[in-house]
């Protein structure tokens, strides 16, 4: 599975309430740009071997 369909997937996750992981500094990118383009309210909680996003509602 190529990395913006892994994004993809984590933000429906997200925009259903869950917590999603991203280890690659790659898909975190993507996330990122994914949370700003849907205005989403999200924590990001870095870690030294990736990220979770966790939904603020």
Request: aromatic fraction near 6%; charged fraction near 30%; proline fraction near 2%.
């Amino acid at each position: 599975m190529n990395k913006r369909q892994m994004a993809d997937d984590k933000l429906n996750e997200l925009l259903n309430g869950n917590t999603v992981y991203a280890e690659t500094e790659e898909l975190i990118r993507l996330m990122n740009r994914r949370i700003e383009s849907h205005e989403l309210d999200i924590t990001v909680d870095e870690t030294d071997i990736g990220c979770w996003f966790i939904p603020n509602s």
